[in-house]
């Protein structure tokens, strides 16, 4: 082999060549000496790709109906991973790849005393929408958690609220680096006055959320750590 270091081991029974004080061998080494090679390195050994779990699988999938499945299937999932939501009644509609908004309902659960939109339902339902978008965007290969959360309340509401969510970087920029990282969304919150056709709306509020977007690869990582750190 040509990347290796090549020593020399003398047969039995031959006395080893002398070497001066720097190493060097003395020129009356002897002739009939085995030579073998020492590779420096080890081959190369291709690191095999993460096998995702049918855990992993099934998030991933889930990830993707609740964003752009149908009624029932968003209403399952939201009864099993987001109770709020469930009981608020809060529906997600994509209207194209860069469009989301969030339509909750005015109902008697989110609604106070006094016959208005409470403002704890418009406040957990925006994080709700914030890190919908942000989930089923990224998919069931994250975890997104929720670092930051401001609202500004400027009318009560009397009626549905509509949510619309515009992040402030390149979300798919972010993901190509494949890193954990933090993300800012916008919130645009405004009630729907009489919903439908020539439906008219009020602005009632502006939140602006901080989102840690973090692979589930380095999720499985610190857990190991830990878990050796433990033993």
């Known amino acids: 082999m040509t990347d290796g270091v090549t020593t020399t081991i003398p047969e039995p029974g031959l006395d080893r060549p002398q070497e001066g004080a720097d190493g060097a061998r003395a020129a009356d080494a002897p002739a009939d000496e085995i030579i073998c090679t020492i590779p420096l390195t ?7 790709p993460r096998v995702r779990s049918r855990m992993d699988r099934f998030e991933a999938y889930v990830s993707r109906r609740m964003v752009m499945g149908n009624r029932l299937w968003r209403r399952l999932s939201s009864f099993m991973w987001l109770p709020i939501a469930f009981k608020s009644g809060i529906r997600f509609k994509q209207i194209d790849p ?8 005015f109902r008697r659960f989110n609604r106070n005393w006094y016959n208005a939109m409470a403002g704890a339902a418009l406040l957990a ?4 929408a914030g890190g919908m978008y942000i989930w089923g965007v990224c998919g069931g290969d994250y975890t997104v958690v929720c670092k930051q959360l401001t609202y500004k309340f400027m009318r009560p509401c009397f009626g549905p609220a509509l949510y619309r969510v515009s992040p402030r970087e ?3 920029a972010l993901l190509a680096e494949g890193g954990e990282f933090n993300i800012d969304v916008d919130l645009d919150v405004v009630q729907q006055i009489n919903p ?3 439906s008219k709306e009020r602005r009632i509020g502006v939140c602006h959320a901080t989102f840690h977007v973090t692979p589930k690869t380095h999720v499985e990582a610190q857990r190991k750590r830990r878990k050796k750190k433990r033993s």
């Open 170 to 172: 390149d979300l798919d």
């Open 98 to 105: 860069r469009t989301f908004q969030a339509v909750l309902p």
């Open 125 to 128: 339902n925006s994080e709700i």
């Open 42 to 48: 080890k081959p190369l050994v291709k690191a095999k």
């Open 196 to 198: 439908g056709k020539g």
